[in-house]
Protein backbone atom coordinates (compact mmCIF):
# COMPACT_ATOMS: atom_id res chain seq x y z
CA UNK A 1 0.00 0.00 0.00
CA UNK A 2 1.54 3.19 -0.74
CA UNK A 3 2.03 5.98 2.00
CA UNK A 4 0.74 8.75 1.49
CA UNK A 5 2.64 11.86 2.17
CA UNK A 6 2.85 14.28 4.56
CA UNK A 7 1.41 17.27 4.48
CA UNK A 8 4.93 18.91 5.20
CA UNK A 9 6.51 16.79 2.33
CA UNK A 10 3.78 17.54 -0.04
CA UNK A 11 3.93 21.13 0.18
CA UNK A 12 7.22 21.84 0.52
CA UNK A 13 8.12 19.30 -2.65
CA UNK A 14 5.82 21.05 -4.97
CA UNK A 15 6.16 24.44 -3.44
CA UNK A 16 10.11 24.49 -3.50
CA UNK A 17 10.53 28.03 -2.62
CA UNK A 18 13.93 27.81 -0.78
CA UNK A 19 14.93 27.90 3.08
CA UNK A 20 13.68 31.22 3.47
CA UNK A 21 10.44 30.57 1.60
CA UNK A 22 8.22 33.26 2.41
CA UNK A 23 10.67 35.96 1.72
CA UNK A 24 11.72 34.03 -1.24
CA UNK A 25 8.10 34.04 -2.38
CA UNK A 26 7.73 37.67 -1.85
CA UNK A 27 10.88 38.64 -3.63
CA UNK A 28 9.43 36.36 -6.92
CA UNK A 29 6.39 37.99 -6.24
CA UNK A 30 7.76 41.43 -6.60
CA UNK A 31 8.49 40.98 -10.06
CA UNK A 32 4.79 41.58 -10.81
CA UNK A 33 3.72 44.71 -8.41
CA UNK A 34 4.80 48.14 -9.02
CA UNK A 35 6.21 49.98 -6.06
CA UNK A 36 8.41 48.77 -2.74
CA UNK A 37 5.98 47.23 -0.74
CA UNK A 38 6.08 43.60 -0.79
CA UNK A 39 10.02 44.03 -1.32
CA UNK A 40 9.88 45.82 2.03
CA UNK A 41 7.91 43.30 3.72
CA UNK A 42 10.04 40.41 2.39
CA UNK A 43 13.54 41.70 4.33
CA UNK A 44 11.66 42.36 7.52
CA UNK A 45 10.58 38.68 7.53
CA UNK A 46 13.43 36.93 6.38
CA UNK A 47 15.55 37.23 9.52
CA UNK A 48 13.61 34.51 10.87
CA UNK A 49 15.03 31.13 11.15
CA UNK A 50 14.03 28.15 8.36
CA UNK A 51 12.26 26.12 10.91
CA UNK A 52 9.95 28.59 12.52
CA UNK A 53 9.16 29.86 9.14
CA UNK A 54 8.35 26.07 7.59
CA UNK A 55 6.46 25.68 10.96
CA UNK A 56 4.58 28.75 10.96
CA UNK A 57 3.55 28.60 6.90
CA UNK A 58 2.55 24.91 7.45
CA UNK A 59 0.20 26.21 9.71
CA UNK A 60 -1.45 29.10 8.03
CA UNK A 61 -1.73 26.86 5.28
CA UNK A 62 -3.40 23.46 7.01
CA UNK A 63 -6.86 24.62 6.46
CA UNK A 64 -6.36 25.12 2.95
CA UNK A 65 -5.13 21.63 2.61
CA UNK A 66 -8.05 20.52 4.87
CA UNK A 67 -10.47 22.06 2.44
CA UNK A 68 -8.73 20.87 -0.68
CA UNK A 69 -9.76 17.37 0.86
CA UNK A 70 -12.68 17.68 1.73
CA UNK A 71 -14.06 19.34 -1.96
CA UNK A 72 -11.72 16.65 -3.73
CA UNK A 73 -13.86 14.04 -1.75
CA UNK A 74 -16.88 15.60 -2.95
CA UNK A 75 -16.03 16.27 -6.33
CA UNK A 76 -15.08 12.83 -6.21
CA UNK A 77 -18.72 11.74 -5.28
CA UNK A 78 -19.90 14.09 -8.23
CA UNK A 79 -21.44 17.40 -6.65
CA UNK A 80 -19.62 19.55 -8.58
CA UNK A 81 -20.95 21.03 -12.05
CA UNK A 82 -19.23 24.30 -13.12
CA UNK A 83 -22.56 24.26 -15.79
CA UNK A 84 -24.64 24.84 -12.36
CA UNK A 85 -23.14 27.57 -10.74
CA UNK A 86 -26.27 28.20 -8.57
CA UNK A 87 -25.65 24.86 -6.87
CA UNK A 88 -21.57 25.61 -6.71
CA UNK A 89 -22.13 29.31 -4.88
CA UNK A 90 -23.40 28.23 -1.41
CA UNK A 91 -20.62 26.02 -0.65
CA UNK A 92 -17.70 27.55 -2.46
CA UNK A 93 -19.26 30.79 -0.07
CA UNK A 94 -18.75 28.72 2.89
CA UNK A 95 -15.79 27.67 1.68
CA UNK A 96 -14.04 31.61 1.48
CA UNK A 97 -16.89 32.68 4.76
CA UNK A 98 -14.73 30.49 7.07
CA UNK A 99 -11.40 29.76 5.69
CA UNK A 100 -9.72 33.25 5.52
CA UNK A 101 -6.64 32.07 3.84
CA UNK A 102 -8.44 31.67 0.62
CA UNK A 103 -9.35 34.34 -1.64
CA UNK A 104 -10.77 32.65 -4.67
CA UNK A 105 -12.14 29.31 -5.72
CA UNK A 106 -12.27 27.77 -9.31
CA UNK A 107 -14.09 24.46 -10.38
CA UNK A 108 -13.13 23.52 -13.80
CA UNK A 109 -13.68 20.55 -16.04
CA UNK A 110 -10.98 19.08 -18.34
CA UNK A 111 -12.33 20.57 -21.15
CA UNK A 112 -11.80 24.15 -19.97
CA UNK A 113 -15.20 25.31 -18.62
CA UNK A 114 -14.69 26.89 -15.39
CA UNK A 115 -15.97 28.22 -12.22
CA UNK A 116 -14.47 31.19 -10.16
CA UNK A 117 -15.78 32.84 -6.80
CA UNK A 118 -13.80 35.54 -5.43
CA UNK A 119 -14.43 37.26 -1.99
CA UNK A 120 -13.71 41.11 -1.80
CA UNK A 121 -11.95 42.97 0.74
CA UNK A 122 -15.04 44.90 1.10
CA UNK A 123 -17.76 42.47 1.87
CA UNK A 124 -19.00 42.06 -2.21
CA UNK A 125 -18.72 38.57 -4.06
CA UNK A 126 -17.74 38.32 -7.79
CA UNK A 127 -17.00 35.83 -9.98
CA UNK A 128 -16.28 34.29 -13.58
CA UNK A 129 -18.15 31.85 -15.96
CA UNK A 130 -15.59 30.56 -19.02
CA UNK A 131 -16.80 28.25 -21.71
CA UNK A 132 -14.23 26.82 -24.54
CA UNK A 133 -17.86 26.93 -26.97
CA UNK A 134 -17.97 30.98 -26.44
CA UNK A 135 -14.26 31.56 -26.16
CA UNK A 136 -13.06 34.98 -26.09
CA UNK A 137 -16.29 35.94 -23.26
CA UNK A 138 -16.63 35.02 -20.11
CA UNK A 139 -19.57 35.92 -18.23
CA UNK A 140 -18.87 37.98 -15.03
CA UNK A 141 -21.20 37.82 -11.92
CA UNK A 142 -21.10 40.20 -8.84
CA UNK A 143 -23.24 39.96 -5.29
CA UNK A 144 -23.02 43.14 -3.15
CA UNK A 145 -22.43 40.74 -0.45
CA UNK A 146 -22.30 36.96 0.24
CA UNK A 147 -24.55 35.16 -2.18
CA UNK A 148 -26.56 33.13 0.58
CA UNK A 149 -30.20 32.00 0.58
CA UNK A 150 -30.16 31.80 -3.21
CA UNK A 151 -29.57 35.59 -3.72
CA UNK A 152 -28.64 35.69 -7.71
CA UNK A 153 -25.73 37.39 -8.95
CA UNK A 154 -25.80 40.29 -11.69
CA UNK A 155 -24.43 38.98 -14.26
CA UNK A 156 -22.75 40.62 -17.39
CA UNK A 157 -20.97 38.65 -20.64
CA UNK A 158 -18.02 40.86 -21.50
CA UNK A 159 -15.18 39.92 -24.08
CA UNK A 160 -11.90 38.73 -22.28
CA UNK A 161 -8.44 36.81 -22.95
CA UNK A 162 -9.09 34.11 -20.02
CA UNK A 163 -9.39 30.69 -20.89
CA UNK A 164 -8.96 28.33 -17.64
CA UNK A 165 -6.62 26.24 -20.07
CA UNK A 166 -4.06 28.08 -19.97
CA UNK A 167 -3.84 28.76 -16.44
CA UNK A 168 -0.50 26.95 -14.40
CA UNK A 169 -3.66 25.97 -11.74
CA UNK A 170 -5.24 24.10 -14.23
CA UNK A 171 -2.33 22.42 -16.56
CA UNK A 172 -0.16 21.62 -13.79
CA UNK A 173 -2.88 19.99 -11.53
CA UNK A 174 -4.28 17.90 -14.60
CA UNK A 175 -0.61 17.33 -15.57
CA UNK A 176 0.10 15.36 -12.19
CA UNK A 177 -3.15 13.74 -11.29
CA UNK A 178 -2.63 12.15 -15.69
CA UNK A 179 1.04 11.24 -14.81
CA UNK A 180 0.48 9.94 -10.95
CA UNK A 181 1.30 6.35 -10.73
CA UNK A 182 -1.85 5.69 -8.11
CA UNK A 183 -4.92 7.01 -6.76
CA UNK A 184 -3.43 8.00 -3.50
CA UNK A 185 -0.15 10.22 -5.73
CA UNK A 186 -2.81 11.55 -7.96
CA UNK A 187 -4.99 12.91 -5.07
CA UNK A 188 -1.29 14.94 -3.76
CA UNK A 189 -2.08 18.99 -4.15
CA UNK A 190 -0.31 20.56 -6.56
CA UNK A 191 0.83 24.05 -4.96
CA UNK A 192 2.15 26.49 -7.37
CA UNK A 193 5.19 29.06 -7.24
CA UNK A 194 3.86 32.43 -6.66
CA UNK A 195 2.65 34.33 -10.08
CA UNK A 196 -0.31 37.43 -11.00
CA UNK A 197 -3.69 36.22 -10.67
CA UNK A 198 -5.13 36.99 -13.88
CA UNK A 199 -8.70 38.86 -11.64
CA UNK A 200 -6.94 40.92 -9.72
CA UNK A 201 -3.27 41.05 -10.60
CA UNK A 202 -2.29 40.23 -7.37
CA UNK A 203 0.81 38.00 -6.47
CA UNK A 204 -0.01 34.89 -5.21
CA UNK A 205 0.11 31.03 -4.88
CA UNK A 206 -2.60 28.50 -5.36
CA UNK A 207 -3.51 24.53 -4.47
CA UNK A 208 -4.79 22.72 -6.93
CA UNK A 209 -5.98 18.76 -7.41
CA UNK A 210 -7.11 17.22 -9.84
CA UNK A 211 -9.78 14.33 -9.78
CA UNK A 212 -12.70 12.19 -11.84
CA UNK A 213 -15.43 12.00 -11.23
CA UNK A 214 -18.33 8.82 -11.03
CA UNK A 215 -19.22 9.61 -14.57
CA UNK A 216 -15.51 9.26 -15.66
CA UNK A 217 -14.66 12.77 -16.29
CA UNK A 218 -11.68 14.96 -14.88
CA UNK A 219 -12.52 18.15 -12.84
CA UNK A 220 -9.73 20.26 -10.95
CA UNK A 221 -10.00 22.30 -7.86
CA UNK A 222 -7.61 25.02 -6.96
CA UNK A 223 -7.46 27.50 -4.09
CA UNK A 224 -5.96 31.27 -4.25
CA UNK A 225 -3.75 32.40 -1.53
CA UNK A 226 -2.96 36.08 -1.63
CA UNK A 227 1.05 36.65 -1.44
CA UNK A 228 0.00 39.82 1.33
CA UNK A 229 -1.79 37.71 3.42
CA UNK A 230 0.94 35.43 3.96
CA UNK A 231 2.98 38.65 4.52
CA UNK A 232 0.63 39.89 7.15
CA UNK A 233 0.84 36.17 8.79
CA UNK A 234 3.95 36.18 8.80
CA UNK A 235 4.45 39.81 10.24
CA UNK A 236 2.03 39.11 13.11
CA UNK A 237 3.57 35.64 13.92
CA UNK A 238 7.69 37.90 14.31
CA UNK A 239 6.34 40.36 16.57
CA UNK A 240 4.08 36.92 18.60
Not at 198 to 226: K, W
Request: aromatic share 8%; charged share 25%; hydrophobic share 35%.
Amino acid sequence: MTRKPSLQSSLFRNLALGPVLIGVALLIASQFVTGKLLKRFAAEITGRTIAETQSDFLEYLRPVQEVVDLTRSLGEDGRFDPDQPEQLDPLMTAVLETVHQIDSVHVAKADGTSYMMLRGADGSYSGRLFSPATEGTVINRVWPSAPHRGRRPMTRSVESDYDSRTRSWFRDALAHFESAPDLANARIPVWSEPYEFYTTGEPGITCSVAYRTPGGDTQILAFDILLSDVVEFARESQSD
